[in-house]
T-cell receptor, first 113, second 113 residues
Framework: DVKVTQSSRYLVKRTGEKVFLECVQDMDHENMFWYRQDPGLGLRLIYFSYDVKMKEKGDIPEGYSVSREKKERFSLILESASTNQTSMYLC????????????FGPGTRLTVL | GENVEQHPSTLSVQEGDSAVIKCTYSDSASNYFPWYKQELGKGPQLIIDIRSNVGEKKDQRIAVTLNKTAKHFSLHITETQPEDSAVYFCAASFAGSARQLTFGSGTQLTVLP
C-alpha cells in the first residue's frame, strides 16, 4: 500500500515562529503536493513539486515556501507563522505522467497562537 | 484558473436511500474528474474518477456521470450505509498544469440508521 506520512498530527506554534511540516512518501512518486483544508473552502493547493529541487506555486503560496531535496520528502515551511495560517495541512503524492490519483497523508492540524 | 463549485454542502439521507452530490467546473479543457472521500481524522482517499472521453462510470454502489457540454459531473451513491458517512470532495484537472487538481468545497454526507 502507498503510504504518505506527515511528521506531526497536531502542532501548536506562536506567531512569528518558523514552522516546518514534513511529508514522506514510500512509493517513488514524482509529484508531491501541499494543500491546506479549511471549512467551506475545500482543499486549496499551496505548492507542488514534480521532481527533486523543482517546485511550482499553487493557488495560495503567499507566506509559505517548500523544499524538496530528496524524491521521497517534501517540506512545507512557514517563514513567520501568523494566526491566519491556523489550518489543517495535507500532503499528497502521485505518479508522474498523465494526471491521476493523489495519495494523501493523514494531515497536520496547525494552530498558531 | 479553474473554479469548481460543489453542492450541497451537507446532505442527510436514510440508510438504504440514494445520495447525489453535484459539481460544476469552469474550464472546458479540464479532462479528469476524481471524487475523494475523507473520513474523520484521515486524509482524503480516491473512490472513483472519470476522464472526459466517457460519460459514466460505475463501481459497485458508486457511480459518476459527466456532462461535458454543461460542464458538470455528479457522484451517485446507491443503497447508502452508515459507513458512507464522510466528507466527499469533487475535483477537476487544471488545464494549465498536467498535474494540478482544483477541489470543490466538500459535502458532509450523513447516513441515518
Amino acid at each position: 500500500d502507498v503510504k504518505v506520512t506527515q511528521s506531526s498530527r497536531y502542532l501548536v506554534k506562536r506567531t512569528g515562529e518558523k514552522v516546518f511540516l514534513e511529508c514522506v512518501q514510500d512509493m517513488d512518486h514524482e509529484n508531491m503536493f501541499w494543500y491546506r483544508q479549511d471549512p467551506g473552502l475545500g482543499l486549496r493547493l499551496i505548492y507542488f513539486s514534480y521532481d527533486v529541487k523543482m517546485k511550482e506555486k499553487g493557488d495560495i503560496p503567499e507566506g509559505y515556501s517548500v523544499s524538496r531535496e530528496k524524491k521521497e520528502r517534501f517540506s512545507l515551511i512557514l517563514e513567520s507563522a501568523s494566526t491566519n495560517q491556523t489550518s489543517m495541512y495535507l500532503c499528497a503524492s502521485s505518479f508522474g505522467g498523465r494526471i491521476g490519483e493523489q495519495f494523501f497523508g493523514p494531515g497536520t492540524r496547525l494552530t498558531v497562537l | 484558473g479553474e473554479n469548481v463549485e460543489q453542492h450541497p454542502s451537507t446532505l442527510s439521507v436514510q440508510e438504504g436511500d440514494s445520495a447525489v452530490i453535484k459539481c460544476t467546473y469552469s474550464d472546458s479543457a479540464s479532462n479528469y474528474f476524481p471524487w475523494y472521500k475523507q473520513e474523520l481524522g484521515k486524509g482524503p482517499q480516491l473512490i472513483i474518477d472519470i476522464r472526459s472521453n466517457v460519460g459514466e462510470k460505475k463501481d459497485q454502489r458508486i457511480a459518476v456521470t459527466l456532462n461535458k457540454t454543461a460542464k458538470h459531473f455528479s457522484l451517485h451513491i446507491t443503497e447508502t450505509q452508515p459507513e458512507d458517512s464522510a466528507v466527499y470532495f469533487c475535483a477537476a484537472s487544471f488545464a494549465g498544469s498536467a498535474r494540478q487538481l482544483t477541489f470543490g468545497s466538500g459535502t458532509q454526507l450523513t447516513v441515518l440508521p
